[in-house]
């Protein structure tokens, strides 16, 4: 997970807030090497795995919500769209790897002592075999899952929204090339263009598709508003298909504000009142400034209000999943 500025992010326990917490429990990270429990700081993969080697690998991402994984369906779903994609015909059973969550959340929590909300990420690879690109060489899947505490927003951050540049180097992966549509191992453009932004003072990055058109953040999506009517790019300008987004889009509709998916051009950014960054750990984030450009960041904006209504469909979320908690 990729963090902005020091301070910006802080422990979570529901949403916004934040608790304070030990060096330990800041630090440990829990790991599960195909069904080895152990510290994420010890070696545990082959050095001819081919999600090391190649990238040749598929991951999601959850967090916790009052204990709960949130989303779990949705990110499945989405994690056997980017196996078939991959032609990784072999994936393990669902139930497995949520008992295999389960075994990883007892041991951060037992080594830690941690109690508030967590990150969990999965992720599955080809496997390993003899050196080559050919996927025929693979043996059979592995997975690593990691379990971490789960980084809100900070007060002072959420005041002042985050501040974002355009990517001026590099542009998104095309659809019709490696499509970010996949959740894969390879993450370089991403991390390139968050380099820019870094380099320029800012906590995330805009990326522009090969048409200049904007796409999404490095691990975001992104979305606007102007004059009332929420604005995000549509999945065909290349983009994931973020489970946060599709949530807040529905939300949006419930609390009749007009939704419109369409091609976004930097040279409207001057037109939107606000802007907002969307993902499964962050949420909702606000974005106060976009290079030079000044967007609304305020108790009563529409992006405050649609954190709120995600925040209530989490908890409404958690009291309808029990099955879902873990330790």
């Not at 389960?102 to 041991?107: P, S």
């Not at 939300?251 to 907002?276: D, F, T, W, Y």
């Not at 984030?285 to 405050?304: A, N, R």
Request: glycine fraction near 6%; include cysteine; charged fraction near 20%.
């Amino acid at each position: 997970m990729v963090l902005p500025n020091k301070g910006d992010f802080v422990l979570a326990t529901h949403g916004p807030k934040s608790e304070c917490i030990s060096h330990m429990q800041k630090d440990y990270i829990q790991a599960n090497t195909n069904g080895r429990l152990h510290s994420a700081s010890e070696p545990s993969i082959s050095p001819l795995n081919r999600g090391f080697l190649y990238g040749d690998a598929i991951y999601e991402v959850w967090r916790t919500f009052d204990g709960v994984v949130f989303a779990w369906d949705e990110h499945w779903q989405r994690l056997e769209k980017s196996a078939s994609a991959l032609f990784m015909k072999e994936l393990f059973s669902r139930d497995y790897i949520f008992s295999e969550i389960t075994r990883t959340c007892l041991a951060f929590r037992k080594a830690s002592a941690y109690t508030g909300e967590l990150y969990i990420r999965l992720q599955i690879s080809r496997g390993c075999g003899a050196i080559g690109l050919d996927i025929a060489l693979a043996d059979k899947p592995e997975f690593v899952i990691i379990v971490q505490p789960c980084f809100g927003l900070s007060d002072e951050k959420r005041r002042t929204g985050l501040k974002l540049t355009v990517a001026k180097t590099l542009r998104r992966n095309p659809i019709s090339a490696l499509n970010p549509a996949w959740k894969t191992g390879n993450y370089l453009n991403n991390i390139l263009c968050l380099r820019e932004a870094r380099a320029a003072g800012s906590d995330e990055v805009v990326i522009l598709n090969e048409r200049g058109e904007i796409t999404e953040a490095s691990v975001s999506n992104l979305a606007f508003v102007k004059d009332g009517v929420l604005i995000t790019p549509p999945l065909e300008v290349g983009i994931l298909a973020g489970i946060t987004r599709s949530i807040t889009l529905s939300l949006a509709v419930n609390l009749g504000i007009p939704v419109l998916e369409r091609v976004v051009k930097p040279e409207e950014l001057s037109a939107m009142q606000e802007c907002m960054i969307l993902s499964t750990t962050r949420v909702i984030v606000p974005v106060g400034l976009i290079d030079s450009i000044s967007f609304k960041v305020s108790p009563d904006s529409v992006t405050e209000k649609l954190n709120q209504a995600f925040e209530n469909y989490m908890q409404s979320s958690a009291r309808s999943h029990p099955e879902l908690k873990v330790p």
